[in-house]
């Protein structure tokens, strides 16, 4: 009976899911929040980041474009604090447009949101074409995403006059 009923929740887990895959991706992107009067207007944007964060010899100081989403049209500046998303594994678009209660937060707190996209996903590909080759691949790490997600913070920080923002950081997986 466990067996059957795992199989039939595998099956409709499975058959929801193609069945959104196969909704126009306009659709997804045209989300309302609840809560919101507007949906939040975000700025797609890319910042330098540091190809290796523990070893230098390896890659020099190559660097990559990462992309992030950010608004600030519910930010009290420099007092507000910073709702950062730590970007999982995928396009950082579908998270942003699918996280509403993070907007939905940013009003009430009066918070800037940023969501950064993990490396090696979406358009943040360290090393175009080559990304998913060898050895080019082993610097897709836990550690090397949470180092880009730190000098990223604060980075952004100083650009925008916020070093005394606290910083909220919500993730996934």
């Known amino acids: ?48 980041q540091i190809l290796d964060h523990f070893n230098f010899n390896s890659m020099g100081n190559g660097t990559f474009s990462q992309r992030y989403l950010i608004t600030d049209q519910y930010w009290k500046r420099g007092s507000g604090p910073i709702f950062f998303y730590t970007g999982n594994e995928g396009d950082i ?19 800037l949101v940023i969501f950064a996209e993990h490396r090696y996903y979406g358009k943040s590909l360290p090393f175009g074409q080559d990304t998913f080759n060898i050895p080019e691949i082993g ?32 993730g996934g997986r």
């Open 1 to 48: 009976m466990t067996k059957i009923l795992g199989f039939i929740t595998l099956t409709l887990t499975l058959f929801s899911a193609e069945v959104l895959q196969a909704l126009p991706y306009s659709y997804s992107r045209s989300r309302k929040h609840h809560g919101l009067k507007d949906e939040p207007q975000f700025t797609e944007k890319y910042f330098t």
């Open 93 to 111: 678009w579908e998270f942003a447009l699918n996280s509403g209660f993070i907007t939905e937060l940013a009003a009430q707190q009066k918070a």
């Open 139 to 170: 610097l897709l790490t836990v550690e090397q995403a949470l180092a880009d997600y730190t000098v990223m913070i604060t980075e952004l920080k100083q650009q925008l006059a916020a070093a005394d923002c606290p910083v909220i950081v919500f």
